[in-house]
């Protein structure tokens, strides 16, 4: 039988100078800067810059992209009734989908067919910028409340806190979400960018290829398990019932969400950082039971299954303990991944070529007659 990579497994299928996943060692760098040094001197915004750039920023180029991505903060109005007239009860990965998908019908300069790089690289700032508006603005109005004033003082994750919650974010709440934003900002060829990869490699618009990512991000073995694991936490519920919850997730064969990776071999070098402010955050809280719940979980899977935690494993405590509404997690994901998205679909259209692989057939191999339809 022909050989074939189910899932594509270990297959290399473009090249790129952004994010290296050392599987194997678990190490993590974006365009040459290892993963950790970015946390410890860099904000989001510099990341992005970093991103779309292939350059860190100094510090006038810096100022200037933190004003270029403020001066987005704003939705078109069909959005905005869009997301006042969407049901309450939506999940709002369908509603980023959707607000995504809508934002690319007010941009003229969303054009299908030979791009004009400017333009994409105009179209991804404001993604970067909107994409947060979307998720904080139906927060609100499926409260009932109005979306708080669009602030020009606060940082990309700061906006956040304050538009979701209508309160001054705090220093350290901010800092915590502009970390977890870096650590999510792109990572290879996961699933969702593979989507926004191959969706714009059809010459499609960048708002096609982010909506296409931002529906593959939403499922339970990508961006979606970060919402798994506090169900999980939530559904177990205290740290004497942890072994026999996961006995029973293996004996069935199902999956603990969090954990297990398709490239990383051991820990992945994003989850170290998590960890370490969940222990904090939930000490401050005086709630050490859900990391203490956690490290049980990682400390079973590892004995048992040789598995480590991924990036959604410890960002579900991190979150859960800011106070932010556990269906916010992966749409959380989905702002910082939108950053790494739209810096792969411009590095697509530079050096663009259709992705097109090959299916090995195992259906019927003689023809096989059609009966007339009262014979079916
Ligand atoms: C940001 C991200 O996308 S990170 C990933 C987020 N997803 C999750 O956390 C969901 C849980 N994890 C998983 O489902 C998987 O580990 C994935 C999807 C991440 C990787 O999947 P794959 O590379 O296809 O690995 P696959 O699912 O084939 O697993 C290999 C083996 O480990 C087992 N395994 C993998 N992950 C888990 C898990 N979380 N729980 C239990 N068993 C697991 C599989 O059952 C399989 O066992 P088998 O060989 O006995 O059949
Ligand atoms: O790389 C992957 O397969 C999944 C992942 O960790 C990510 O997208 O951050």
């Keep these: ?5 189910k899932g594509l497994a270990g ?13 194997e060692e678990g190490k993590l760098s974006y365009v040459g800067y290892e993963i950790d040094d970015l946390v410890a001197h860099c904000s989001y915004e510099e990341v992005v810059f970093l991103l779309h750039h292939g350059k860190l920023p100094n510090a006038e180029e810096l100022t200037a992209f933190e004003k270029a991505l403020r001066a987005e903060r704003s939705l ?8 006042k007239s969407a049901p309450k009860e939506a999940n709002p990965m369908d509603i980023l989908r959707t607000g995504v998908s809508m934002l690319g019908l007010y941009d003229d300069r969303a054009e299908i067919g030979e791009p004009d790089l400017e333009n994409v690289a105009a179209c991804a700032i404001s993604l970067v910028s909107k994409v947060s508006l979307i998720v904080a603005a139906f927060h609100r109005f499926r409260q009932g409340l109005e979306l708080p004033e669009i602030r020009a003082d606060l940082s990309e994750a700061g906006h956040f806190l304050w538009l979701i919650t209508g309160e001054e974010p ?3 709440a901010t800092e915590i979400l502009d970390v977890a934003l870096t650590l999510h ?3 290879g060829m996961n699933a969702s960018t593979f989507s926004a990869r191959v969706t714009v490699a059809t010459l499609s618009d960048i708002y096609s290829a982010v909506t296409s ?7 339970p073995l990508h961006g979606g398990a970060n919402e798994g694991v506090i169900q999980m936490l939530l559904e177990i519920g205290e740290l004497d019932k942890v072994d026999a919850y996961v006995d029973g997730k293996l004996e069935r064969k199902e999956k603990i969400m969090g954990i297990g990776h398709r490239v990383y071999r051991t820990l992945d070098p994003r989850a170290p950082h998590l960890r370490k402010l969940a222990i904090q955050l939930t000490e401050e809280l005086g709630e050490p039971k859900w990391i203490q719940m956690s490290e049980r979980i990682a400390e079973i899977m590892r004995e048992r299954k040789n598995l480590n935690a991924n990036v959604d494993f410890y960002s579900a405590t991190v979150y859960y303990s800011l106070g932010i509404p556990t269906d916010l997690f992966t749409p959380i994901f989905g702002i910082a991944r939108t950053s790494g998205w739209t810096a792969q679909v411009l590095e697509q259209l530079r050096d663009n070529r259709l992705y097109r692989p090959l299916t090995l057939y195992i259906g019927p191999k003689e023809p096989v007659p059609v009966p007339p339809i009262e014979q079916r």
């Design 213 to 219: 990512a931002v529906g593959t991000l939403k499922g």
């Design 76 to 83: 078109p109005e069909g959005v905005i009734e869009f997301l």
């Design 1 to 5: 039988m022909t050989e074939y990579s």
């Design 185 to 187: 900002a792109d990572h």
């Design 11 to 23: 297959v290399i299928a473009n090249e790129s100078a952004l994010s290296e996943v050392r599987g």
């Design 170 to 172: 705090t220093a350290r």
